[in-house]
């Protein structure tokens, strides 16, 4: 299973993001998807995931600013990003579980808000 995000990139604050993470098979085999970022020198975090029957959970930092979603149809899932703080700057991932200890990562997409 591969694992490829794309939509970073350069945005102002206040600005907005659409982040994809396209899979090599059917997202319908995942229990669930998730999207985690990295900022440089810390640790990687949750950041919003969605079941296999499209529930959304978000993390407190990005509730009511970012939004999940899952097209299965296209084997893709999304978040779009919406009024955007330097503090979003990071590294974004996109995972994929399969069950237990079976997971996958995409090669990451940075994101960098300025103010």
């Known amino acids: 299973v591969q694992l490829v995000e794309s939509g970073g990139g350069l945005v102002q604050a206040g600005g907005s993001l659409r982040l994809s993470c396209a899979a090599t098979?059917?997202?319908?085999?995942?229990?669930?998807m998730a999207w985690y970022r990295q900022a440089p020198g810390k640790q990687r975090d949750l950041v919003a995931g969605?079941?296999?029957?499209?529930?959304?959970v978000y993390t407190d930092p990005v509730k009511g600013r970012f939004t999940i979603s899952r097209d299965n149809a296209k084997n893709t899932m999304y978040l779009q990003m919406n009024s955007l703080k330097p503090k979003d700057t990071a590294v974004y991932y996109c995972?994929?579980?399969?069950?237990?200890?079976?997971?996958?990562w995409g090669q990451g997409t940075q994101v960098t808000v300025s103010s």
């Open positions: 995972n994929a579980d399969k069950g237990p200890l079976t997971d996958y």
């Open positions: 098979e059917s997202i319908s085999n995942f229990k669930s």
């Open positions: 969605i079941t296999s029957e499209g529930r959304p």
